[in-house]
């Protein structure tokens, strides 16, 4: 029982400053770098170039 | 770099234009509120990541399509996105519900996987031919009846019809096949665990 008083509220971890790691940002402007949106005939093609 | 004094709104149009360095300005300046507001959801870091990386996607996919009307309200739209890709994390874990394991248990400490693994085949492999030597070294009599036994899964009625002797000799060479097996292997200190 004592457990179950004594567990520590999940809601402190979320008042921590948070930030996503450094890779996922890396990846997002990478991603954004990559991808190019073509226009062709009032259709949007997506094209990711390396 | 943009200057961080740039409203939303201006980093958006100028990113739809083409200036990538906005988008990172854009992506710093809301990390921390759209991540947190994430993982207050899913209290997990992992999943928190996947679905931060994937709101993202999301935004850049429609700013770049020209799909995004600006209206002064980023970070809400951004938010927005957050919000529903939380919600479908939610529903395919409902589909297929996940244990969450803790400090007081495991899971894992009660599951196991009982195939063998390569070294257990291979030592299993040996086991059963260290035996098989062993048996080869008993007397005539005696491993006859153990290998119909054991190996051929007969009945003791089924080895006396067999082998014309009767049930109690049969049981009689069965105890002492046995007797002389466990006998060799103390002896020769021989292991047979698997």
Redesign the interface.
């Known amino acids: 029982m004592q457990?179950f008083y004594s567990e520590t509220s999940?809601?402190d971890?979320?008042n921590k400053?948070?930030?996503?790691?450094e890779e996922?940002?890396k990846?997002?402007?990478d991603?954004?770098?990559a991808?190019?949106?073509i226009d062709y005939h009032k259709m949007?093609f997506?094209a990711l170039l390396n | 770099m943009m200057q961080s004094t740039s409203s939303d709104a201006f980093l958006v149009n100028a990113y739809m234009s083409g200036n990538?360095a906005a988008?990172?300005e854009l992506?710093?300046r809301h990390?921390?509120r759209i991540?947190?507001f994430i993982?207050?959801k899913v209290?997990d870091r992992d999943v928190?990541?996947d679905i931060?990386?994937d709101t993202?996607?999301k935004v850049?996919?429609t700013l770049?399509?020209?799909a995004y009307n600006e209206e002064g309200k980023f970070l809400p739209w951004v938010m927005r996105i957050a919000h529903n890709l939380v919600i479908d994390h939610f529903r395919k874990n409902n589909r297929m519900p996940k244990f969450e394991n803790n400090d007081?248990f495991n899971i894992f400490s009660v599951l196991s996987d009982n195939s063998l693994n390569i070294e257990r085949q291979i030592i299993k492999g040996q086991v059963e031919n260290d035996v098989r030597r062993l048996i080869d070294e008993l007397p005539e009599d005696q491993k006859e009846v153990l290998i119909m036994r054991i190996y051929k899964d007969m009945s003791f009625k089924e080895i006396s019809l067999q082998t014309g002797v009767s049930i109690n000799t049969a049981l009689g060479r069965m105890r002492y096949a046995l007797i002389n097996l466990r006998k060799v292997i103390d002896k020769h200190n021989i292991i047979l665990t698997n």
């Open positions: 457990k999940r809601v971890d979320v400053n948070l930030v996503p790691k996922t940002i990846f997002l402007l991603y954004s770098m991808l190019s949106v949007k997506e | 990538e988008l990172s992506v710093t990390k921390q991540y947190s993982y207050s209290f928190a990541e931060f990386q993202f996607i850049i996919k770049k399509r020209g007081d």
